[in-house]
Structures are given as structure tokens and as C-alpha cells.
């Protein structure tokens, strides 16, 4: 009875970013668990080693490039995506960028694409699919991407730590305004991940090392580990959970 209750089969996922990283992870792990996949990137063509491994697992899926920053193209994408399914069962809004730069030098660009990327693409996306999901009996299940700078100052990344920290708030406010219709609003927060996005990080030994000794398991975290809570947040077993974050962290927050 637990193991059915984890069962995402007939479910249709949308997961945006999901061309790499995190976002294939995350994709791949829905699909594990039964859900058919609606992928977007920037690049549809950079989407075709996920949508391979996920047709690999016997699931369909679908990819579309898309821009979350061009809330206009939202729709159009959905529309399309409706090909496999008559509705969204669960979104994940995985789509992010960052840009290290001390405060002094961040301009106006720097921070429009990162809180148009990880904030206001989150939003519109979230808008979209709630609007289809309250139609449905079923209701849905949204989770957001979060950070540890959701939660932590971090010197060098106030727009991404801006962004996060407002992806929190808006989080736990949609969950309020949305569990009467149906909608369950989640997030996660990764720690440590290695990914393209954070690759030149762990280039740095000495980096490497530090980050290390502030993680109690002594081990940046690996793609079996993202998966977990996503399926979890998707899924029945977690009907009663809205308005919440998991810290995937390895007990980083927990420690300082």
C-alpha cells in the first residue's frame, strides 16, 4: 500500500530546465516512478539525451523549447503538451540561472535574467498550470526550486539569493491561496549538487574542501538524492503536505 501510494503512473509531468542537471535528474525520476514527461530548455534540440533515457524507461515524452522569461510563449508551450494528456498533473519549476558578481558590480541586466529566470518564469509557469489543474478534479502538485539561499546570505549572489528567497515566499503564499482548488505548492532545497551550472565551484579544491568540513554526511549530493522528495512532493504520499521546503543538504542548514 505505501509503494502504491508513490505511484505516479498516468500522471503528466511538466519539468522546466530539463535538458541537464538537476532537471534531468528530476525528469527522469517522475518518469521512474510512471509519469509521462513535457520537457522544456532553451534549446529543444539540447533536450534529446533527456527525452532518449526517459523513452528508455518505456515512458513518452515530449519536448518544447521555451523560454520561462517569455511568459507569452507559457501557453503556447501547454497547448502543445496537451498532445499526450487532457491536463498537468505536476509541475516542477527546475528552470534557473545564476551569475556570481559582487554587489557593487551587479547592473541592471544581471538582475532582471536572474529574477526573470528564477522568479518570474517560476510564477507565470505555476499561473498557467493552476489554471488548468483547477479545473480538474484532481487538483495538482507544484514544487518550486529553492535554495540554501532561501535561507543564507551568500557574499557574491544577492540577485540569485534575491530570487530564491522570493521563490520561498511565493511558495508558501500560493500554497494558501491555492489549496482550495486542489493545488498542493512545494519546493525543495538542493545543497551541494554538482552540476554543469556549478562546475567551475568544485574545479577549486580548496573550494571543495571547505564546503566539505560545513556538510555533517561529508559528501556533496548525487542525482539517486533529488529524486526522492520530488516523487514524494508529486505524489499521494505527500496529500497532506503544502506550503513546505525540504533541505536536500546532506544537514547542511541544520548545522550552522
Do not use: H
Amino acid at each position: 500500500m505505501a509503494q502504491n501510494m508513490f505511484d505516479l503512473t498516468g500522471r503528466v509531468a511538466v519539468v522546466t530546465g530539463a535538458s541537464r542537471g538537476l532537471g534531468q535528474w528530476i525528469a527522469l525520476s517522475l518518469a521512474q516512478a510512471g509519469a509521462s514527461l513535457c520537457v522544456t530548455a532553451r534549446d529543444e534540440t539540447s533536450l534529446d539525451e533527456t527525452k532518449q533515457k526517459i523513452e528508455a524507461l518505456g515512458r513518452t515524452c515530449l519536448t518544447s523549447a521555451q523560454d520561462v522569461t517569455d511568459v507569452s510563449s507559457i501557453d503556447e508551450t501547454l497547448n502543445r503538451f496537451d498532445t499526450i494528456a487532457s491536463g498537468i498533473d505536476i509541475l516542477v519549476n527546475n528552470a534557473g540561472c545564476e551569475q556570481v558578481a559582487p554587489s557593487l558590480d551587479v547592473d541592471e541586466a544581471i538582475w532582471d535574467k536572474i529574477i526573470g529566470t528564477n522568479l518570474k518564469g517560476a510564477f507565470f509557469w505555476s499561473q498557467a498550470a493552476a489554471r488548468r489543474m483547477s479545473s480538474r478534479a484532481t487538483g495538482g502538485s507544484i514544487i518550486n526550486l529553492c535554495s540554501l539561499t532561501s535561507y543564507v546570505g551568500i557574499p557574491t549572489a544577492v540577485p540569485y539569493g534575491s530570487s530564491k528567497s522570493g521563490l520561498l515566499g511565493m511558495t508558501r503564499a500560493l500554497s494558501a491561496e491555492w489549496a482550495p482548488l486542489g493545488i498542493r505548492v512545494n519546493a525543495i532545497a538542493p545543497g551541494y549538487f554538482r552540476t554543469a551550472m556549478t562546475e567551475g565551484f568544485y574545479q577549486d579544491g580548496n573550494w571543495s574542501e571547505r564546503m566539505l568540513d560545513k556538510i555533517p554526511q561529508k559528501r556533496f549530493g548525487e542525482p539517486s538524492d533529488i529524486g526522492g522528495a520530488v516523487v514524494f512532493l508529486a505524489s499521494e504520499a505527500s496529500a497532506y503536505v503544502t506550503g513546505q521546503c525540504i533541505a536536500i543538504d546532506g544537514g547542511f542548514l541544520a548545522s550552522i
